[in-house]
């Protein structure tokens, strides 16, 4: 067998060792080694491995193996058929893997934006890849009618200023410090890059209008084929030049995508409203109307709505809006969870509930990703609890989870022992999960 297993130090990874090795032990022609293959990659579904039983066994009789021996090969392969896959898909997933993991070192503003313009896939959301790209030092900059493609784009940056803030500030949000709220607004620092980095310390990644929820493609188009001769003037310029219709105006503003043109949500609102399509008789009709003093939308609003809008936001973190309630709660942040020191102690921790999974191999474990302004917490609920807490589990937005922490090989897991529905602190929140996928 040594020659069927060495170089995976006699751990069978690829199904032609298995191939190989019943070749070796049961005498096994390469023909019906590969018949063997196909049925053991669909035992479950069909039974068609059993039929194999009785001529493996004999081949290993007859080779001087015995019975014991041969049933726990069995049951082996068997078990094998739930993991095994061609040692060619193998090579081809480690390539991808490879090839992915070195873009998103070298190049993670391309690589997030690649990921965005491919949505619907895999399994993370766009709220969880922009949040990833900036803790690697992406600068992202919103949806703007003025700049933005319908997909994600590369832009340049403009030069860091002395104190090592961008210049700008586009992509700290509509209004930034317009609400009294400055100190609770993410500053974008400028980040610490490598030599492998330089090559994107000018480049940032604007989001397209795709990231508008209910924005259709053919609108978007209009919108840059139509800014494409001449800038646009203003929202009513915008508007009859690219045909936007009431309900897509309100869609853009609403969404912050106005801000170039209007200034504030509320203002861009005012604006789009104001700014039907003419009638052919009066196009070329002039008219003044007094400017109308609006407030600002407040930091909880332009959040809200980010995430009503776009399912993610540029400008807070929704946790870090409650963060004094949940402080008062003993919540600590998910930060704490890769603290060492943690490590075996019960903490209390709070987020936006961004995945659920229920995996079939997991003995009835349900897996739960917690999100926060600070980072993720990986919660595993057994199932007594999840049966016992079925409401809170499935149904919370903002769930908070008393547990104890673990920690193996740099993984950190909170074990559940009770679940809180914390959704009351955030009424307005609009934001769904990607559960048992």
């Not at 980040?191 to 209910?214: E, I, M």
């Not at 921790?349 to 003995?363: D, E, N, S, Y």
Request: glycine share 8%; charged share 25%; net charge positive.
């Amino acid at each position: 067998m040594e020659s069927a297993l060495k170089r995976t130090l006699g751990v069978p990874i690829f199904q032609e060792q298995v191939m190989e090795l019943i070749q070796v032990v049961a005498g096994f022609t390469a023909g019906e080694a590969d018949e063997l293959r196909r049925a053991m990659a669909a035992w479950k579904r069909k039974g068609g491995l059993e039929k194999f039983h009785d001529r493996i066994l004999d081949g290993m009789l007859e080779r001087g193996y015995e019975r014991d021996y041969f049933e726990r090969i069995f049951e082996q392969i068997k078990g094998f058929g739930e993991y095994g896959f061609p040692e060619s898909h193998a090579a081809s997933f480690a390539l991808l893997a490879y090839a992915s993991s070195w873009l998103k070192c070298h190049h993670p503003a391309a690589f997030t934006c690649a990921l965005l313009n491919s949505q619907p896939m895999g399994f993370y959301q766009p709220s969880q890849l922009i949040q990833d790209a900036q803790r690697h030092g992406v600068r992202v900059l919103p949806v703007d009618v003025t700049i933005s493609e319908w997909d994600c784009t590369l832009e340049e940056l403009r030069s860091l200023s002395p104190s090592g803030e961008v210049a700008g500030g586009e992509g700290c949000g509509e209004g930034a410090g317009s609400h009294g709220h400055a100190g609770l607004r993410q500053k974008q620092k400028a980040p610490t890059l490598s030599p492998d980095d330089k090559a994107n310390r000018g480049r940032g990644l604007r989001l397209g209008l795709r990231q508008l929820q209910g924005l259709a493609q053919a609108t978007a188009k209009r919108i840059v084929t139509a800014r494409t001769q001449t800038p646009f003037a203003d929202v009513a310029d915008m508007t009859r030049r690219a045909g936007i219709a009431a309900a897509d105006r309100a869609r853009l503003a609403d969404a912050g995508a106005l801000r170039s043109l209007s200034g504030h949500r509320h203002r861009a609102r005012w604006d789009s409203a104001g700014a039907e399509l003419p009638l052919p008789v009066l196009a070329d009709a002039r008219t003044h109307e007094t400017r109308v003093a609006l407030r600002p939308p407040s930091l909880r609003e332009d959040v809200m709505t980010d995430y009503a809008t776009q399912g993610l936001s540029l400008t807070l973190h929704p946790l870090a809006l409650i963060r004094p309630a949940l402080a008062r709660r003993r919540v600590v942040p998910a930060r704490a969870t890769t603290d060492a020191g943690n490590h075996g102690r019960r903490l209390r921790c709070a987020g936006l509930v961004t995945v659920r999974q229920h995996p079939g191999t997991a003995k009835g474990v349900t897996f739960v990703t917690l999100e926060d302004e600070t980072g993720q917490v990986n919660v595993v609920v057994w199932r007594a609890l999840a049966e016992k807490q079925h409401r809170v589990l499935v149904e919370s937005s903002v769930m908070c989870v008393d547990g104890k922490l673990e920690a193996h090989d740099g993984v950190h897991h909170l074990i559940a022992d009770r679940l809180h529905d914390y959704s009351a602190l955030l009424p307005e929140f609009s934001f769904a999960s990607r559960d048992f996928h």
